[in-house]
Structure formats: C-alpha cells, structure tokens
C-alpha cells in the first residue's frame, strides 16, 4: 500500500508558475507508476501526466505537454509537477494518484490517491 499527500497548491496570477509535490509512504514506491490529475467544479476528474516507476518514462494529455512536466525522486518518494504559464482554466483541485497498471490513464486504474490540492488562477 501507499499513502499519498499532495502539497504546493495555492493562488497565482495568470502567466505564473506552481510546483506541486506528492509525498508518498511506503517501501515500493519506484514500483509505482504515478501520475496527476485534476477535477474542476461540474467536470469530470482528468488525467494530466504519468511517470513510470524505475524508468522514469513520462506521458502526458497532448493539451498539457510543454507547459506542465512531471518528475519524480524515489530515493525521497516524491513526484511533482511543474505548471508554467497557468490560465484561469487551469483552476482544480489537483490530485496524485499511484498504480501498478502500466500504463494508465484512466482514474479507475488508480488504486491510491492524494486528497488534493487546491490551484486557483485568478487575477
């Protein structure tokens, strides 16, 4: 099992920049493939980047590539994720997920989630 927490959330101007950190529990974590995800009010919860466990392959939502980029640390078992260039519609409640199904897009192959951390964009 891990257990995740999300953190680096916050208000930011349009244009800026936030980086988000997920601390996660556990022995295995280079095992996990781990991503991020987000969930606007009234919208379904969406995928945004993956991070394969020891390869540190990454993939993304093609609407997302070039401003957003995950990482991850697994002698420190965190993953992150750099937002650059943040828009209004940027604002969720963002969300780190782990899975052992490689790879994974879809929530419902997520078997660990964070408890969010709020972005808001707004001037």
């Known amino acids: 099992q891990v257990h995740l927490v999300e953190s680096g959330g916050g208000l930011v101007l349009p244009g800026g920049s936030l980086r988000l950190n997920c601390a996660a529990s556990?022995?295995?974590?280079?095992?996990?493939?781990m991503a991020w995800f987000r969930q606007a009010p009234g919208k379904e919860r969406e995928f945004l980047a993956g991070i394969t466990g020891n390869t540190n392959d990454t993939y993304y939502l093609e609407s997302m590539k070039g401003r957003f980029t995950i990482s991850r640390d697994n002698a420190r078992n965190t993953v992150h994720l750099q937002m650059n260039n943040l828009k209004p519609e940027d604002t969720a409640v963002y969300y780190c997920a782990a899975t052992t199904a490689v790879p994974a897009r879809e929530s419902n192959r997520f078997s660990y989630w964070g408890q969010g951390t709020q972005v808001t964009v707004s001037s």
């Open positions: 556990g022995r295995t974590f280079s095992s996990y493939l």
